[in-house]
């Protein structure tokens, strides 16, 4: 497993193309390179030199005036860091079958990994730990995500649950989070990076539905002094036993080849001060 810090602010897009993906069919195999490479800020001498191959080559086969091999297709995506599900509409779009699979987490080839993501949570425990996939909807948590749900409105914990939702809904737990309108900000930072980078069209409704919903009372909020947003942002959660200060990290797979697998993120929650250790350690206790 590899750390990924997707907190950190979205990298410019080009704004003379909306992502390329399976909803848009019809773009050719260069609308799809030449959106990934300005994506990337690279012009056609860069990406040709880390391919390997001439600047004449990559400039016919980005105008369409010359058709790239597969052995092409996969090494200029590669280069791109293009993810799985998007190496795929391109290969489709270049005249080639898909080569990454897509299959559930509880397919009987996808145990092993299945197994590695439960123990991960498990052993994490005290604290929260929790998967997610690539619409933020939960499909694993560890016991201690239960804990601290208590009170959320039953439409919103019936499946699939979508972690986002449940944070920012006022029948979910934002009328717990103290410092509301910084997480809000913090979230909204996460998942428009992510609609930069895919075009999802689903990843972009969700985030203007969040964006509508209302935010905190600015004179109940808690600021964090000294936050600095893609670096740190405490989770200032209000209990029962009192106030709670958690902070996360997001890991994913380090070298997958099936798409659920690199759309897999694992959120796990670490206490942020001696409190909040003692009374995650209290509320473990009632498990047992």
């Known amino acids: 497993m590899a750390v990924m810090d997707t907190s950190a602010s979205p990298a410019p897009v080009p704004t003379r193309h909306n992502a390329p993906t399976a909803a848009t069919p019809r773009r050719s195999f260069g609308d799809h390179l030449r959106y990934w490479r300005q994506r990337k800020r690279l012009s056609q001498l860069d990406l ?3 391919a390997g191959i001439s600047t004449r080559h990559l400039s016919f086969v980005e105008t369409g005036r010359a058709g790239p091999s597969r052995e092409m297709v996969l090494r200029l995506t590669e280069r ?22 897509e299959r559930p987490l509880d397919d009987p080839e996808m145990a092993s990994a299945r197994a590695a993501v439960q123990l991960i949570l498990e052993s994490h425990e005290p604290w929260p730990a929790l998967a997610m996939d690539r619409h933020w909807n939960m499909v694993m ?3 201690m995500v239960a804990l601290l749900l208590t009170g959320v409105a039953p439409e919103l914990m019936a499946a699939p649950v979508n972690v986002l939702r449940l944070s920012l ?7 717990r989070i103290a410092n509301l309108n910084q997480w809000r900000h913090h979230l909204f930072e996460r998942l428009r990076q992510q609609v930069q980078l895919t075009g999802d069209a689903t990843l972009a409704a969700l985030l203007n539905e969040l964006q509508a919903m ?3 009372d600015t004179n ?5 002094p000294g936050e600095h947003p893609g670096v740190l942002m405490p989770f200032l959660y209000k209990s029962d036993a009192g106030l709670l200060t958690l902070v996360s990290t997001v890991t994913v797979f380090g070298s997958p080849v099936d798409i659920t697998l690199q759309e897999l993120a694992l959120e796990t929650f670490f206490p942020g001060d001696a409190f909040t ?6 509320l473990a206790n009632t498990l047992r």
């Open 48 to 50: 040709a030199d880390e």
């Open 141 to 143: 948590a560890n016991r």
């Open 80 to 101: 791109l860091e293009v993810p799985l599900r998007e190496r795929n509409t391109i290969l489709a779009a270049a005249g080639f079958a898909p080569m990454y699979r």
């Open 220 to 224: 109940d909020e808690v600021v964090v």
């Open 277 to 282: 250790r003692q009374v995650l350690q209290q």
């Open 169 to 175: 809904h006022p029948g979910g737990l934002a009328p």
């Open 214 to 216: 209302p935010g905190p």
